[in-house]
C-alpha cells in the first residue's frame, strides 16, 4: 500500500448532542463485520457518546441504555448487524490484559475502542480511528477520522 492508497482524514465539527447521534448512525452504516474503531480523545472529549450514538444506530434502537464500559472494561451487544463490542481501556495496568478481553478475537464482531493505544497490538488492528476534540470555548466537538 502506498501513500496515496490511503484516504485523507475527515474532519467535522459536532455542535451539540443531536449532530453526534447523527454523525455516530453514519459512521455505523459504513462499519462492517470485522472493523475495530479506536475512539481517541481526552477525558470528557465525547467518546463514550459517540460510541452510544454508534452502538444505538447499529441496533435499531435510539433509546438502547449504553452505559459506559469504564469500570466493567467491556460491553457486548447483539446489534441487527452482528455482534458489538464496546471497550475502555484506560483502566488497563498492562497491554497484555488487552489479550485476555478478546477484542480481536471475533472476526464478525464491530469492536470500537475506547483508550486503544493503552494497548498497542488493539491499535495496531483499528481500522478507523477517530479523533474527538473539544474546540476552544468548550462548545461542541471537533473529529478527524483516518
Request: aromatic share 4%; no cysteine.
Amino acid at each position: 500500500m502506498t501513500e496515496t492508497d490511503v484516504p485523507e482524514p475527515i474532519e467535522t465539527f459536532l455542535p451539540d448532542d443531536g449532530a453526534t447521534s447523527r454523525f455516530g448512525a453514519e459512521l455505523a452504516a459504513s462499519l462492517k463485520p470485522g472493523d475495530i474503531v479506536s475512539l481517541e480523545g481526552d477525558l470528557g472529549a465525547g467518546k463514550t457518546a459517540l460510541a452510544r450514538a454508534i452502538i444505538r444506530a447499529l441496533a435499531g434502537d435510539p433509546g438502547l441504555e449504553v452505559p459506559s464500559p469504564t469500570f466493567a472494561i467491556i460491553q457486548p451487544y447483539k446489534t441487527m448487524r452482528g455482534p458489538v463490542l464496546h471497550a475502555d481501556l484506560y483502566r488497563l495496568a498492562d497491554a497484555a490484559e488487552a489479550d485476555e478481553l478478546g477484542l480481536l478475537d471475533d472476526p464478525e464482531a464491530i469492536v470500537l475502542v475506547e483508550w486503544a493505544a493503552r494497548a498497542e497490538q488493539v491499535l495496531a488492528a483499528a481500522r478507523l480511528r477517530v479523533g474527538m476534540t473539544i474546540p476552544p470555548g468548550g462548545t461542541g466537538r471537533n473529529v478527524v477520522v483516518s
